[in-house]
T-cell receptor, first 116, second 116 residues
Framework: DVKVTQSSRYLVKRTGEKVFLECVQD?????MFWYRQDPGLGLRLIYF???????EKGDIPEGYSVSREKKERFSLILESASTNQTSMYLC???????????????FGDGTRLSIL | GENVEQHPSTLSVQEGDSAVIKCTYS??????FPWYKQELGKGPQLIID?????GEKKDQRIAVTLNKTAKHFSLHITETQPEDSAVYFC???????????????FGQGTILTVHP
């Protein structure tokens, strides 16, 4: 089974801190994604990566950055945490099978981040 | 970009009844439509998906239908059981490859409650 592991289930940080959320997948997937989940808004894409050192902005990238130095690891960085970034953060990964062959995304169990 | 609308936001049924969740999408180029189930404290898990060259797909008690002309797709759960209680998300995606890399746009989610 595909396993996507997020380093923390719960995290509490202070306003202005630099926050790192880590995600590791064990299936050699090319694509990795970071979402935030808020009630009534579904899952919104922050950033994704289709290869090592490659990244693309999603729908809500402001206030975030990412790093992908190794294929299996994708990090989300909150440069200067603010209270409106309190949320559930979900990481996902998927194979890349070529044009027209979208593959399912596999999710981790999430990190619930509170910014005080 | 793609926009996915999901209804209803909450759905309450009696055990044994059927449940239907509906989604509409805006981008006619979308060609992959997965459905995810999220249980409390867990990440979303894929339960069924459909591609645009198919009108219907079934897996035991779960079925998905797709109407490309009307740009809507639906999840049908028959003979519901209490363990079906969860949050369900629909999603839509355009081609993998190019700049989309299997990026998903999610609906807002439906909280399904099955009463024993």
């Amino acid at each position: 089974d595909v396993k996507v592991t997020q380093s923390s289930r719960y995290l509490v940080k202070r306003t202005g801190e630099k926050v790192f959320l880590e995600c590791v997948q064990d299936m050699d997937h090319e694509n990795m994604f970071w979402y935030r989940q808020d009630p009534g808004l579904g899952l919104r894409l922050i950033y994704f990566s289709y290869d090592v050192k490659m990244k693309e902005k999603g729908d809500i990238p402001e206030g975030y950055s990412v790093s992908r130095e190794k294929k299996e690891r994708f990090s989300l960085i909150l440069e200067s945490a603010s209270t409106n970034q309190t949320s559930m953060y979900l990481c996902a990964s998927s194979f890349s099978r070529g044009w027209g062959l979208n593959q399912p995304q596999h999710f981790g169990d999430g990190t619930r981040l509170s910014i005080l | 970009g793609e926009n996915v609308e999901q209804h209803p936001s909450t759905l309450s049924v009696q055990e044994g009844d059927s449940a239907v969740i509906k989604c509409t999408y805006s981008d006619s180029a979308s060609n992959y439509f997965p459905w995810y189930k999220q249980e409390l404290g867990k990440g979303p898990q894929l339960i069924i998906d459909i591609r645009s060259n198919v009108g219907e797909k079934k897996d035991q008690r779960i079925a998905v239908t797709l109407n490309k002309t009307a740009k809507h797709f639906s999840l049908h759960i028959t003979e519901t059981q209490p363990e079906d209680s969860a949050v369900y998300f629909c999603a839509a995606s355009t081609n993998a490859g190019g700049t989309s890399y299997g990026k998903l746009t999610f609906g807002q989610g439906t909280i399904l409650t099955v009463h024993p």
